[in-house]
């Protein structure tokens, strides 16, 4: 079955700095690759989507990248800033009609 | 997008009782999710809650457990039944929408319970 790896640790960033996260697949690419981000007690808020033929995407300071040859896609804040805390989640599709299936997500913790 | 609420927020109960959690979205939607998420973990998918028909199962997650409703299409509920336990969680309600030819999911904020 489809497995999703994030980073379980905690990463801790300092404030202005570039975070980055992982997140590596195994088996076969998906159709496009989702991440959110969940805050403490509240439901996942999505973020950024990248489709299987694109490279990188970018909104505001957040880039995501997928490289399907690799199975792993990178995401990154730049100039972080304490409010972009959160635990970041990845999830992957395999078709428009399907389900999504969630990584466990890594906790970003940015200290000022 | 979508605005979705859930309630009950929070609840504990007692083990044997069911609860039933309500999901209310502020527009139309086909497709609606039930997921569930344990502390530190990732969001499970329960089922898929469909307009006019049964809900869709996954693996592991069967009907009487976990009756769903969906009678409109801006409402379903999820129950939780004859609770133990090992159902504390934090339930999560969701529905997919195409935007700009991309299907992502809004959730709604978790229903968190706590069974005694």
């Known amino acids: 079955s489809q497995k999703i790896e994030q980073n379980s640790e905690a990463l801790n960033i300092q404030e202005g700095k570039t975070a980055t996260l992982t997140c590596n697949y195994t088996n076969y690419s998906p159709a496009y690759l989702q991440w959110y981000r969940q805050d403490p007690g509240r439901g996942p808020v999505f973020l950024l989507l990248?489709?299987?033929?694109?490279k990188e995407k970018r909104k505001e300071r957040l880039k995501v990248t997928f490289d399907t040859t690799l199975k792993q896609s990178l995401f990154h804040i730049t100039a972080s800033q304490p409010a972009d805390s959160a635990t970041y989640l990845c999830?992957?599709?395999?078709?428009?009609?399907?389900?999504?299936?969630f990584g466990s997500g890594t906790r970003l913790s940015i200290r000022p | 997008s979508a605005v979705i609420s859930q309630k009950p927020s929070r609840d504990i109960c007692q083990r044997g009782t069911s609860l039933t959690i309500q999901c209310q979205v502020d527009s139309q939607v086909t497709m609606m999710f039930w997921y569930r998420q344990q502390p530190g973990q990732s969001l499970t998918l329960i089922a898929t809650a469909n307009q006019g028909s049964e809900a869709t199962y996954e693996s592991g997650f069967v009907i009487d457990k976990f009756p769903i409703s969906r009678p409109n299409l801006t409402f379903s509920t999820l129950t939780v039944s004859n609770m133990s336990p090992e159902d504390s969680s934090i339930y999560l309600c969701?529905?997919?929408?195409?935007?700009?030819?991309?299907?992502?999911?809004?959730f709604g904020p978790g229903t968190r319970l706590l069974v005694l």
């Open positions: 990248i489709r299987e033929n694109e």
């Open positions: 999830a992957l599709t395999y078709s428009s009609a399907s389900k999504i299936i």
């Open positions: 969701s529905v997919g929408l195409l935007e700009h030819a991309e299907e992502t999911q809004y």
